[in-house]
């Protein structure tokens, strides 16, 4: 994979086989949870059909007109309702004398599924779903992060403020050096197919202090950086397929890399991109502020109108031919959930 500087080498003639366009056409489902006390959702996995997952903090009121404390901080969907839980984390996880009360809420940062008895979410702790029961983790600092990417549960990364990268083998909670104080904003991974070696790449920005911006890879215990100019945009989020073409989402749009350049994406207006994710280079779905959804079908861009055409999405999954975005509406938390025709 070549980032900046090229060979010019020649070869035989091969055959290029392009990827059949994938329809742009999806059917959408919103939920509107919470009663209007700035509430929202941050992050979304789908693990099959009938089980997605999102996290945040949902705020009701019950008959009275009271806020319900603790508020609701997961949201799982079988894809036609919606169902609100609450998890707490103990602080005796980190700090013996706490008490006598040992449960405690935040707002739950990140999730990452596997299966749907294998699920990981940061909420102060680390909470791991293994089966029917929850196991609890302090994590290391691994609790507070914002983004979590895995192969396995034995190779799982948990990502967030001030430049931490905390890799977890299952048993062991390691507290990787990133090089940076920046907060790192996400993280995905793929598996090289030239190297057969598994990629981790990280976006890092502060989208208030003109501080570190690159992209972050780290590859067989070893961290280095991808070439992005240090002026251009923040990088807020990022995805790719396997390692090459590249997506990172910025302060002010989409940028592309297909041909060792970084191109920005004309979508005919501004964007402001919060999450992109694919499940292969013809089919992928960026989303972002003023009720942006937009999806790539090998071919080209286009924007979609979902049934809520101007909410401000944080976060999106994308898994066979189902789409959910999560985010937020005059204090209310949105979980939308569309299907590809």
């Given at each position: 994979?070549l980032?900046?500087g090229?060979?010019t080498?020649k070869?035989n003639p091969?055959?290029?086989?392009?990827l059949?366009?994938?329809?742009?056409?999806f059917?959408?489902?919103?939920?509107?949870?919470?009663?209007?006390?700035?509430s929202?959702?941050?992050?979304?996995?789908?693990i099959?059909?009938?089980?997605i997952?999102?996290?945040?903090?949902?705020?009701?009121?019950?008959?009275?007109g009271?806020v319900?404390n603790?508020?609701?901080?997961v949201?799982s969907?079988?894809?036609?309702t919606?169902?609100?839980l609450t998890?707490?984390?103990n602080c005796?996880?980190?700090?013996?004398?706490?008490?006598?009360?040992?449960?405690?809420y935040t707002e739950?940062?990140?999730?990452?599924a596997?299966?749907?008895?294998?699920?990981?979410?940061?909420?102060?702790?680390?909470?791991?779903?293994?089966?029917?029961?929850?196991?609890?983790?302090a994590?290391?600092?691994?609790?507070?992060?914002?983004k979590?990417?895995?192969?396995?549960?034995?190779?799982?990364?948990f990502?967030g403020?001030?430049?931490?990268?905390?890799h977890?083998?299952g048993?062991t909670?390691q507290?990787?050096?990133?090089?940076?104080?920046t907060?790192?904003?996400?993280?995905?991974?793929?598996?090289?197919?030239?190297?057969?070696?598994?990629?981790?790449?990280?976006?890092?920005?502060?989208i208030?202090?003109?501080?570190?911006?690159?992209?972050l890879?780290?590859?067989?215990?070893?961290i280095?950086?991808?070439?992005?100019?240090?002026?251009?945009?923040?990088?807020?989020?990022?995805?790719?397929?396997?390692g090459f073409p590249?997506?990172?989402?910025g302060g002010?749009?989409?940028?592309?890399?297909?041909?060792?350049?970084?191109?920005?994406?004309?979508?005919?207006?501004?964007?402001?991109?919060?999450?992109?994710?694919?499940?292969?280079?013809?089919?992928?779905?960026?989303?972002?502020?003023f009720?942006?959804?937009?999806?790539y079908?090998?071919v080209?861009?286009k924007?979609?109108?979902t049934?809520?055409?101007?909410?401000?999405?944080?976060?999106v999954?994308v898994?066979?031919?189902?789409?959910?975005?999560?985010g937020?509406?005059n204090?209310r938390?949105?979980?939308?959930i569309?299907?590809?025709?």
């Amino acid at each position: 994979m070549l980032w900046k500087g090229t060979t010019t080498v020649k070869s035989n003639p091969v055959q290029v086989q392009t990827l059949t366009p994938t329809s742009h056409s999806f059917t959408w489902q919103s939920f509107v949870l919470g009663g209007g006390d700035d509430s929202g959702l941050r992050d979304v996995t789908i693990i099959d059909d009938s089980n997605i997952y999102a996290v945040g903090e949902v705020s009701v009121r019950d008959s009275t007109g009271a806020v319900q404390n603790p508020p609701y901080n997961v949201v799982s969907s079988d894809g036609r309702t919606s169902k609100p839980l609450t998890i707490l984390y103990n602080c005796r996880l980190f700090w013996p004398d706490c008490g006598p009360n040992t449960q405690f809420y935040t707002e739950a940062t990140a999730l990452f599924a596997f299966t749907a008895s294998d699920v990981w979410i940061c909420a102060g702790s680390v909470h791991h779903l293994k089966g029917a029961g929850w196991e609890e983790f302090a994590g290391n600092g691994a609790g507070s992060a914002t983004k979590i990417w895995g192969s396995s549960q034995s190779d799982m990364y948990f990502v967030g403020y001030n430049g931490t990268i905390v890799h977890s083998d299952g048993n062991t909670w390691q507290r990787l050096q990133s090089g940076t104080a920046t907060p790192i904003n996400d993280v995905w991974g793929v598996t090289n197919p030239a190297s057969g070696k598994e990629e981790v790449y990280c976006a890092v920005s502060d989208i208030f202090q003109f501080k570190d911006r690159k992209i972050l890879k780290l590859v067989d215990g070893k961290i280095d950086s991808i070439a992005w100019d240090a002026q251009r945009d923040v990088v807020l989020n990022l995805w790719t397929h396997q390692g090459f073409p590249f997506y990172v989402g910025g302060g002010s749009g989409l940028y592309e890399n297909k041909t060792n350049t970084w191109q920005k994406v004309d979508f005919g207006t501004n964007v402001y991109p919060s999450s992109v994710r694919g499940t292969s280079l013809n089919n992928i779905i960026v989303v972002g502020s003023f009720g942006l959804v937009a999806h790539y079908n090998g071919v080209d861009w286009k924007i979609l109108t979902t049934d809520v055409p101007d909410a401000a999405y944080s976060a999106v999954a994308v898994k066979g031919n189902m789409a959910a975005a999560v985010g937020s509406k005059n204090g209310r938390a949105i979980l939308t959930i569309g299907r590809q025709q």
